[in-house]
Antibody, heavy 122, light 112 residues
Framework: QVQLVQSGAEVKKPGASVKVSCKAS????????MHWVRQAPGQGLEWMGI????????SYAQKFQGRVTMTRDTSTSTVYMELSSLRSEDTAVYYC???????????????WGQGTMVTVSS | QSALTQPASVSGSPGQSITISCTGT?????????VSWYQQHPGKAPKLMIY???NRPSGVPDRFSGSKSGNTASLTISGLQAEDEADYYC????????????FGTGTKVTVL
């Protein structure tokens, strides 16, 4: 079945970096854009960026520009999200989510990973 | 770019209909038909309920419907059921220079 499986929870100190993985299965990896969305405890959803698994092109929310890097490995059907210079406000659940649009993104996130809790604490 | 505006909470009795609004601008909700709605139960990942304003993915009950008028999109739940109690978020493509997609502030739906 179509699914996204993310890496496990992380605890990081302020200033460190974290890299979260998201392994796709059950569909043609390169045909669907992938988004990253985060949710701080008790808060709403926040869009972070998008990657085209086919060519690797990315677009990031300005809020995260310079701190976030999204990459993909087509050989393992995995996308990665790395966030650097972590601060306490980055404590959140990070989700990868597939865009439903085939070849083109339509902003409909139809398959979600289980989420990865990232805790930033000294 | 601010989040799209949703009411903090909406409630209804079983069998009733409720509507959740999602207000943006002509740069997002009003300018594009890339409006989606998500249901999120506590501790779970969000679930896509409506995409492209009014389309339902397979498996989503037809009690859920979406529409748009001007800069405001709406999600209507007809025949409210206990399992519909959850948080709901809208999202939209945006032509803002600061990001591509924006979520709503979220609405807690309570079934009385």
């Amino acid at each position: 079945q179509v699914q996204l499986v993310q890496s496990g929870a992380e605890v990081k100190k302020p200033g460190a970096s974290v890299k979260v993985s998201c392994k796709a299965s059950g569909y043609t990896f390169t045909s669907y854009y992938m988004h990253w969305v985060r949710q701080a405890p008790g808060q709403g959803l926040e869009w972070m960026g998008i990657i085209n698994p086919s060519g690797g092109s990315t677009s990031y929310a300005q809020k995260f520009q310079g701190r976030v890097t999204m990459t993909r490995d087509t050989s393992t059907s995995t996308v990665y999200m790395e966030l650097s210079s972590l601060r306490s406000e980055d404590t959140a659940v990070y989700y990868c989510a597939r865009d439903r649009g085939v070849v083109t993104a339509i902003g409909a996130f139809d398959i979600w990973g289980q989420g990865t809790m990232v805790t930033v604490s000294s | 770019q601010s989040a799209l505006t949703q009411p903090a909470s909406v409630s209804g009795s079983p069998g009733q209909s409720i509507t959740i609004s999602c207000t943006g601008t002509s740069s997002d909700v009003g300018g594009y038909n890339y409006v989606s709605w998500y249901q999120q139960h506590p501790g779970k990942a969000p679930k896509l309920m409506i995409y492209e304003v009014s389309n339902r993915p397979s498996g989503v009950p037809d009690r859920f419907s979406g529409s748009k008028s001007g800069n405001t999109a709406s999600l209507t739940i007809s025949g409210l059921q206990a399992e519909d109690e959850a948080d709901y978020y809208c999202s939209s493509y945006t032509s803002s220079s600061t990001l591509c997609y924006v979520f709503g502030t979220g609405t807690k739906v309570t079934v009385l």
